[in-house]
């Protein structure tokens, strides 16, 4: 090989080992700016944890749900249409751009699904989540929830791994008129003739979807 030939390989290389550095800067770059929390998302963790996926059965799990959905369920509890004694004082704190930001990233965050607390294949919770209860004219969950738990973007919440116990008191809250932001009251009609042993079974079975 002449010495114009090799110099012209040793800038050739140079370029592309310094375009693969670049590309994996971007990219470390876009992975940061997912994972990287807004101020604001600070104070969610110690309950929701720091990546969305509350370890306390009576805080729900918000990691990888839509961010639409999370966004109306602040700004529903900062006018007081949900009521969250819990949350309120924290989003009476927050702008419209904190709680689109907040929503972005927690809807970021990879969930980790939890295990059927009981109820899984097989069970009367799986029955009414796949099936709903045809006797009281209680509709399959999967209808609007999907197969999986997954939900449909805006409107329809992932439910998948979400704590049986937050899951149970979201549909009594519902059904007894205590939550009433659902958009033409879709959840407090579904949940209307549902006993609190169909609503355990099916909240047991949520738990454990993927
Ligand atoms: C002190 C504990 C606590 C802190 C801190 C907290 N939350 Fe919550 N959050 C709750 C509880 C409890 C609920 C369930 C509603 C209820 O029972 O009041 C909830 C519900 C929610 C919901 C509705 C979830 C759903 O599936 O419908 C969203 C969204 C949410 N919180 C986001 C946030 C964000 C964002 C922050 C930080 C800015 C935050 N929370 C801080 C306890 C907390
Ligand atoms: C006709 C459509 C529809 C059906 C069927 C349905 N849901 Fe829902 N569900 C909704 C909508 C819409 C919301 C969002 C309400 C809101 O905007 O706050 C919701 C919200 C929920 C929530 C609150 C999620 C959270 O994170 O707080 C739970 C829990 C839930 N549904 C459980 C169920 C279960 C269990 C069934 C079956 C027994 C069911 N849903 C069937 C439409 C439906």
């Known amino acids: 090989m002449g010495l114009r030939k090799f110099a012209v390989l040793v800038v050739s290389i140079m370029i592309m080992v310094i375009g693969a550095a670049s590309h994996a800067e971007d990219e470390a770059d876009a992975a940061e700016a997912v994972n990287k929390a807004p101020a604001s998302a600070q104070i969610c963790g110690s309950c929701h ?12 799990k918000i990691a990888g749900q839509h961010p639409e959905y999370l966004e109306k369920q602040l700004k529903n509890i900062k006018a007081n249409v949900r009521m969250s004694p819990v949350m309120m004082g924290i989003v009476a704190t927050l ?49 609007c ?14 439910l998948a791994g979400q704590h ?7 549909v009594k809250a519902f059904r007894d008129g205590q939550r009433k932001n659902d958009a033409a009251k879709m959840m407090r009609m579904v949940s ?19």
């Open 49 to 60: 944890g720091a990546d969305g996926n509350s370890m306390v059965p009576m805080f729900p």
């Open 95 to 143: 702008s419209d751009e904190d709680m689109a930001a907040v929503s972005q990233y927690f809807s970021q965050q990879a969930p980790k699904v939890g295990a059927a607390a009981g109820n899984a294949a097989g069970s009367v919770g799986e029955k009414i989540y796949q099936g709903g209860i045809p006797g009281s004219g209680v509709p399959a969950c999967a209808s």
């Open 145 to 158: 929830h999907g197969t999986n738990g997954q939900g449909l973007a805006p409107g329809f919440p992932r």
């Open 164 to 170: 049986a116990t937050y899951t149970d008191t979201q």
């Open 192 to 210: 209307a003739k549902m006993t609190d042993d169909d609503i355990a079974a099916v909240a047991a079975y949520i738990q454990g979807l993927k």
